[in-house]
C-alpha cells in the first residue's frame, strides 16, 4: 500500500549560514555602524539586538533577506514582540517552528478526509504525519492538493512508499 510523510522541517545548518551572513553584512554596513546589531542562534530560537526599534527592524528585514536566499522558509520563525532591554537597546526573540503541532496536524487531516480521494487515509505519528492509499495517483493528487493549501507552516513530503 503506498504511503508518505508529510513532515515540517527546518535545515538548521542553512539558517546557520544565514545568520551568520547577516551578522557579516550588519558589521560591514554602514547604516549599521555602532549600534551594536547582532543576531545570535539558540538551540530554538534567534535573539535580534540592536541600539534602536529601526534598526532592529532593519537587521531583521537583511536576516529574511539572508533566509530566503538560502531556501529556508519564512513560515517557520514566530517573531515575537521587540522588547526593551538593558542600556536602552531593544531585543527580539524569533521561535523556530519544526515539527507539526497537533493543532495544525488537526487541520491536514480534515483537510485530507474533506479532499474526498477514495481510499486516502491519514494519521498522527508524533510531529508528522502518514498518508495512506491505494493508488500512488491518488496519493500524488493529495500531495498537490496540500502543496496548493496554505497550513501556515512550511510542509515538506518525504519517505514516498510503493
Given amino acids: 500500500m503506498p504511503t508518505f510523510d508529510v513532515v515540517s522541517e527546518v535545515d538548521m545548518q542553512e539558517v546557520r549560514n544565514a545568520v551568520d551572513q547577516a551578522n557579516r553584512e550588519a558589521s560591514t554596513r554602514f547604516d549599521f555602524k555602532g549600534t551594536d546589531s547582532l543576531i545570535e542562534l539558540h538551540e530554538t530560537e534567534l535573539v535580534l539586538t540592536s541600539s534602536t526599534d ?10 529574511q533577506e ?9 513560515k517557520s520563525f514566530d517573531a515575537g514582540k521587540i522588547e526593551e532591554a538593558t542600556k536602552g537597546t531593544a531585543r527580539q526573540r524569533i521561535a523556530i517552528q519544526a515539527g507539526i503541532s497537533s493543532d495544525h496536524a488537526k487541520k491536514i487531516n480534515r483537510f485530507i478526509k474533506d479532499l474526498n480521494l477514495k481510499g486516502v487515509s491519514s ?3 508524533g510531529d508528522q504525519l502518514r498518508v495512506t492509499g491505494k493508488k500512488r495517483d491518488d496519493l500524488q493528487a493529495a500531495i498537490a492538493a496540500l502543496k496548493a ?14
Avoid: C, H, W
Avoid at 529601526?54 to 536576516?63: E, F, P, S, T
Avoid at 539572508?66 to 519564512?74: H, P
Avoid at 493549501?149 to 510503493?162: K, V
Fill in 54 to 63: 529601526d534598526r532592529l527592524r532593519a537587521l531583521y528585514q537583511v536576516l
Fill in 66 to 74: 539572508k533566509m530566503v536566499k538560502r531556501e529556508v522558509s519564512l
Fill in 123 to 125: 494519521q498522527t505519528q
Fill in 149 to 162: 493549501e496554505d497550513f501556515g507552516i512550511p510542509l515538506q513530503f518525504n519517505n514516498f512508499r510503493d
